[in-house]
C-alpha cells in the first residue's frame, strides 16, 4: 500500500509542491544572506570601522574561533589589532578596543548609561537580576558575615594539613570545595559541607566547568541554551556526568531554598542570615520571590561564588611555592600582625598589609576573571574615540579617531589588558611589586586597569566577597599550609592563559595544579 501511495499521482504532486518550497525557501533565504552580508559591509553604521570583512558581514567568523577552534577568538584579536588598529570590528554588530586609556569611557560608572549585549547575555539561559541580590554583596554585609569566611579557611587548612602521605591531589579540586561551601552557606544559610567528606569529590568545579564548555555554542545557537531543559536529566547525565550534575542542581536547589522559606521566621533553622533568607523577609514584589526566580539567582550566585575565588587561590598557590623568596617576604608581613595563625585578624585589618593587597592583586591580574569580551552598549550617547597607532613597517604614529555610534556594542578583553607591555612590563611573569610605589604603598593610578571584576555599574556584585576570601584564605594558607606544600608534576602552562570558556583556561589536556602536602 504504501509503494501504491508513492505512485499515485496525488501523492507525487504533493512531493513535488513540497519540494518547490523547500527549493523557493532555500533561494529566498540564500538572498537574504547575501542581502544582510552585503548591507553590512556597506551601509551598517559599523560599516567604516577596520576589520575583516568576514567579521563585519557574519557571525561565522566569530563562529569559526570560538566554537571550531575552542575559544581562541581572544588571540585572533590581538593579531587584527596589530593589522588594523586601536579600534576595530569583530563581528557585525560588535567593536573591540585595545587602548586602556579608553577603559573608563566604556565601563562608566557614572551617570552614563551602560548596558550589556544581548550576544552575549543571550549565552546565558540563567541571568542575574543586579538590583534583587547586589545589596546583599556590599562591602557592609559581607563584613557582618565575615566570620563564615574566617571559619571556612580553617577548615581547609585542617583538612590540607590532614592529608599528609595520601599523595598528590588537584588544587582546584580543594579550593572549590572551600569556595563552594562558602557562598552555599552565604546564600542559603546552610554550606554544602563538600569540606566534611573524606577527598575532595564531588564539588562543583566540574559541573561548573562543564557549563563553560557550553557558553560558546549558546552564544551562537541560542536555541540550544534552552534545548537543553527539555532533555531528560539521565540523557544528559549520559552524556556528560558534569553537564548531569549541573543540571541536577537545577532539581536540587529548589528543595534547598523552600527549606530555607520554611525555616525563615520560625526559630527553627538556621539562625545565621542568607542572601535567600532576606530576600525572601524583604519588600520584593511576589513575582520576584517565586521559587523559579530565586533559583536562578542562587545558581547564578553559586557560578560566580565558586569559581572565581578557587581560580585565584591556584593562580597565587602555584607562584608562590613556585617563588619562595616571594613566599618568605609574605609570610614575615603576615607574621608582624598575626600571632596566631588560628586566629586570623579581621578581613579591613588584613587589607593594610601591602604586599599582601600586592600579591592578591597580581593573582587576580593573570586569572583574568571573565576572559572573554566584555562589550558593553551606551543607549543614549555616542562614544568619542581620539588616540594613536603605529602600523607594521610605519615609524611615526598615526593619529586615529572614531566615533562610537549610540546602541551599539564596544567591549575590552581583560587578557589584552592584563597582558599590555606598556602597562605591565614583563606582563605574563609573577610580579607583587608592580602595585606597590617605591614607597611600599599600594598603586592606585595601576589598579583602575584591573578588569578580573569587570568595571563600572557592570562590575561584579560578588566583588567584595571574592576580596575577603582571599585575603583571609591566602593568609591561613601562607602561615598554616604552605610550609608543608609542594607542587606535583605543575608547571606555568597548567596554570597560563591558552583559551577562554567566560573564564581563562589552561592548555587542552591539563591536568591542572596538582599539589601534595609533606611533613
Not at 330 to 357: A, G, Y
Not at 368 to 388: K, V
Not at 398 to 403: D, G, K, L, R
Not at 473 to 486: D, F, G, K
Request: glycine content about 6%; aromatic content about 12%.
Amino acid at each position: 500500500m504504501a509503494l501504491f501511495h508513492l505512485l499515485d499521482p496525488a501523492g507525487l504532486a504533493w512531493q513535488d509542491a513540497l519540494l518547490s518550497l523547500a527549493f523557493y525557501l532555500a533561494i529566498f533565504l540564500s538572498l537574504r544572506s547575501i542581502f544582510l552580508a552585503v548591507y553590512r559591509v556597506t551601509l551598517h553604521p559599523l560599516a567604516k570601522f577596520p576589520g575583516p570583512k568576514l567579521a563585519a558581514a557574519s557571525y561565522l567568523y566569530e563562529f569559526w574561533f570560538d566554537v571550531v577552534c575552542w575559544g581562541r577568538y581572544t588571540w585572533k584579536i590581538i593579531d587584527l589589532h596589530a593589522e588594523y588598529g586601536p579600534i576595530i570590528r569583530i563581528n557585525p554588530n560588535e567593536l573591540h578596543c585595545a587602548d586602556p586609556g579608553f577603559v573608563d569611557v566604556i565601563y562608566s560608572s557614572g551617570r552614563s548609561k551602560r548596558d550589556k549585549s544581548k550576544h552575549y547575555v543571550s549565552a546565558f539561559p540563567i541571568k542575574l537580576r543586579r538590583s534583587a541580590v547586589s545589596r546583599h554583596f556590599t562591602r557592609p554585609q559581607v563584613q557582618k558575615l565575615e566570620s563564615l569566611v574566617h571559619r571556612g579557611a580553617q577548615k581547609l587548612c585542617d583538612k590540607l594539613l590532614a592529608y599528609r602521605g595520601r599523595g598528590p591531589f588537584e588544587g582546584a579540586a580543594a579550593f572549590s570545595c572551600f569556595t563552594t561551601d562558602t557562598i552555599s552557606e552565604y546564600c542559603f544559610g546552610s554550606g554544602t559541607m563538600f569540606l566534611d567528606q573524606d577527598g575532595w569529590e564531588p564539588n562543583y568545579k566540574d559541573p561548573i566547568n562543564m557549563f563553560f564548555h557550553t557558553v560558546h555554542i549558546f552564544r551562537h545557537l541560542r536555541w540550544t541554551a534552552y534545548l537543553v531543559d527539555f532533555v531528560p536529566l539521565s540523557v544528559v547525565t549520559s552524556l556528560s556526568r558534569g553537564l548531569g550534575s549541573f543540571m541536577h542542581a537545577q532539581v536540587t536547589l529548589p528543595e534547598w531554598i523552600q527549606h530555607t522559606i520554611d525555616t525563615s521566621g520560625t526559630g527553627h533553622g538556621q539562625e545565621q542570615p542568607s542572601v535567600i533568607r532576606e530576600m525572601w523577609e524583604s519588600k520584593l514584589p511576589a513575582e520576584e520571590k517565586e521559587i523559579g526566580r530565586l533559583t536562578a539567582e542562587a545558581i547564578s550566585i553559586m557560578i560566580g561564588g565558586t569559581e572565581t575565588t578557587a581560580t585565584v587561590l591556584c593562580v597565587v598557590t602555584f607562584h608562590l611555592l613556585s617563588k619562595p623568596a616571594l613566599l618568605e617576604r609574605l609570610r614575615v608581613e603576615l607574621s608582624s600582625i598575626v600571632t596566631d595563625p588560628l586566629h586570623i585578624p579581621r578581613w579591613s585589618e588584613l587589607e593594610k598589609l601591602p604586599f599582601l593587597s600586592a600579591t592578591i592583586l597580581e593573582g587576580l591580574r593573570l586569572m583574568y576573571g571573565s576572559s572573554q569580551r566584555l562589550p558593553r552598549i551606551a543607549p543614549d550617547e555616542d562614544l568619542m574615540y581620539t588616540g594613536s597607532w603605529s602600523p607594521k613597517g610605519s615609524q611615526r604614529p598615526t593619529e586615529v579617531a572614531h566615533t562610537i555610534p549610540r546602541g551599539y556594542a564596544i567591549g575590552m578583553s581583560s587578557f589584552i589588558m592584563h597582558s599590555d607591555e606598556s602597562i605591565f612590563p614583563n606582563a605574563f611573569d609573577f610580579v607583587p611589586e608592580r602595585w606597590l610605589h617605591d614607597s611600599g604603598e599600594r598603586n592606585k593610578e595601576l589598579e583602575r586597569y584591573l578588569l578580573s571584576f569587570a568595571k563600572g555599574s557592570r562590575q561584579c556584585v560578588g566583588m567584595q566577597l571574592a576580596y575577603c576570601e582571599l585575603y583571609v584564605t591566602i593568609t591561613a594558607l601562607v602561615l598554616r599550609v604552605m610550609p608543608h606544600l609542594e607542587l606535583y608534576q605543575t608547571d606555568i602552562s597548567d596554570i597560563a592563559y591558552d583559551h577562554d570558556e567566560i573564564k581563562a583556561n589552561a592548555k587542552r589536556g591539563s591536568k591542572g595544579l596538582r599539589l601534595v602536602v609533606v611533613e
